[in-house]
């Protein structure tokens, strides 16, 4: 039996804690929905055990353990820290990872209502993260680098999406993205992979944010485009400012690549209404929502 067809239950969860982490074993277990690359359990109040279930994960907590204690010192908004590392053995073979519990509810299940706060919040965050990356930082075949190298996936999420009346706006909003200039300083850290269901809110504002697994060197533009696809409307131009280090063709980059994420989070939830694998209904609605922040502010 493989990994793929283990079923990663809340017996299974405690059961690997008895052999690896007895003195965390008699906390609680409570599945947290959602989750792309990993299932993850909270366990008691301060933790979180995420188990990989796709072949790509083990990978990503690897990156996660081996950067997030560097970066987490220097961030002003919690971040998930790993705790413990679980080692591959006969009943799940592959590594897992306890990590701090972030508080608070995943956006595309809440909203933000404080939005000149969540707005400061974020960008203070980014300016903290957006420091330029060491050599050996990871790079991501999939992100970070400039809109052009995306454009089949654009075209792609927006064929499958078909976004009713605005095809024409979203087409050009890429278009004026793929033209702008590239990135021209270092590769800096970046996210990577900011969209509502990867930040928490509480109290009606941006209180941490999560899932680092995509981390990596690049055009801060990517995660820049979260003034539209993370904020509610109207707080863009005060992200910015207070943000303060985008140049007009960051800002552009960074519309483009909001669009390229609000037509994904659209698929993913259209495939989620579908019942097919992979898909997350909460995604749908979070993504047309943004979507028609970013094409409202151009």
Known sequence: MTDSQIEITADLVRTLLQEQHPDL??????????????????????FAVRMPRTERAPELQRKECRWLPVLAPLLPLPVPNPVRIGEPSALFPKPWTIMSWVPGEALDCTSISRGD????????????????????????????AHPVRYTAGFEHFLQAVDPNGVADDVRALWADAVAAPEWKGPPVWVHGDLHPANVVVSGGTLSGVIDFGDLCAGDPAWDLAAAWVVLPAGVDSRFFDVYGHADEATIRRARGLAVLKSLFLMLMGQNGD?????????????????LDRVLSSA
């Open 25 to 46: 074993a008699g906390l609680s277990i409570l599945e947290v929905a959602g989750g792309w690359d990993n299932q993850q359990w909270r366990l008691g109040d301060e």
């Open 117 to 144: 706060h969540a707005a400061d919040a974020l960008a203070d965050f980014l300016r903290a993260l957006h420091v330029e990356a060491p050599i050996e930082a990871p790079i991501s075949s999939d992100r970070g």
């Open 274 to 290: 579908r019942g097919l694998p992979g898909g997350k209904p909460t995604w749908g609605p979070a993504g047309r929502a943004a």
